[in-house]
């Protein structure tokens, strides 16, 4: 296929996908598929496609997901190696996949600005390789895009090495040396493991400890894998059979919490095993309830953290020229820091790029708290589609499973308003209200937000805005149909949105003026 990533940027197209992981990818597929008829184009930042897993190149990274649930339904991949996959195998899948579709991608093309214009009734988008006007706009940046990098006091007279984990600094050599990693979730789970071995000497700072359970991971052998090639029957049956389990897990987290002490009896079980050491055993024992933040599935996390040179300390306060200070006032000697603390999924770099029809960006709008009608649209932006969006996350399954019905709904979506003969569509407000006001009671009886943590679930104004709480049954049977009563369209949109006047009674006084 022709290399077009060098070609200039057309200067308008009908729909315009931005990034290409699980869920651009999703995109490009439906749009050929069910229309291709349209203009479509891709744009990644990168020099290919990949998403988080072609970031993350940390030592040990890998998925927590199964991969019988890990592959896009269109592009079953009956070679996975590992029943949990590692990083390179994902990242190779996403490459054989998107290279179905490299004539319609541009390589190292970042999306810079994006605002609408309503005269036009279209969205016109910058990027690093020039500008281009789109009259769809399918937002799919990823959830896990943008590093949270935490501030540390003295941070700046430190004067050894320090990254996060998502951006990994190969150029290290971290062999003999004395390394502090920040943060005890999924990413240092499967980095300390890895390197524990290699190093001087290993302080883990721990601000809450995790719940952690035994990864079930095996490998999957030729005959396995050429019985998945040759009877693809079996491979679905799996898949089928793996995604039903994984359903199970709904009960204990969102619908009856009451079940969860069967997953914590697992988890101290595993705990109590591994770690002899009474002291430390009661220093890695959470006091939240098991499934409030998520749950870690390894077997060596707690081996690792008993090596001779490895040690677990408090939560980090401050940096100093050459050391790392605990909540306990004790200064450890490290000469290299890696923060392994995750992401920021309720505040993605993108909001900020994407301006509505009033002129405000989606974070402006959101205010730290984002809301979307079915986690794909947002009032006061018409014609984009946000895959990824608010409160599509799962705890318990394949996020596959949740962008593949996002993409099918932006693709039925775009053929609805086209057959009625509208070119713009825009969520209304009442709707999207509507839809949050049902969400939002089932996501608090949820352990997410009863549990008794703090998440990266939850937002800066303490809502949980991240996570699905019902079945992927359930999302996808929601995402199946186009409610043009939940929409206005063309010149029933107004130019700037509206304000709706509230009334501040005394019974609310926390209640602000609807926008």
Known sequence: MADISSLPLPERVDVLVVGVGFGGLAALHRLRKDHPGLQTLAIERAEGAGGVWRENDYPGAACDVPTSLYSLSFAPNPDWAHTYGRRHEIHNYLRSVAADYDDQIRYNCALTAARWDGSAQEWVVDTTNGQIRTRFLVAAPGALSEPGLPEVPGAEDFTGTMFHSAKWDHTQDLRGRKVALVGTGASAIQIVPEIVDTVGHLTVFQRTPAWVVPRLDRNIGPMERAIYKRVPGVHR???????????????????????????????????????????????????????????LLTNKWFPALQRDNATVTGAITRLTANGAVDDQGREHEVDTVVFATGFTPTEPPIARAVTGRDGRTLAETWQGSPRAYRGVEVHGFPNLFFLYGPNTNLGHSSIVLMLEPQAYYMSKTIAEVTRAGHSTFEVTQAAQDGYNADLDPELERTVWNSGGCSSWYLDSTGRNSVMWPKFTSDFRRQMASFEAADHRFDDAIPAVAETVETTVTDTDPERTLAQ
């Open 237 to 295: 049956l799996v898949r089928k059979m793996v995604w039903a389990y994984r359903e199970a897990y709904v009960l204990m987290m969102a619908r009856n919490p009451k079940l969860l002490p069967i997953a914590k009896t697992l988890a101290l079980a595993q705990l109590r095993v591994q770690v002899r050491d009474r002291s430390l055993r009661k220093r890695l024992t959470p006091d939240y309830t098991i499934g409030c933040k998520r749950m």
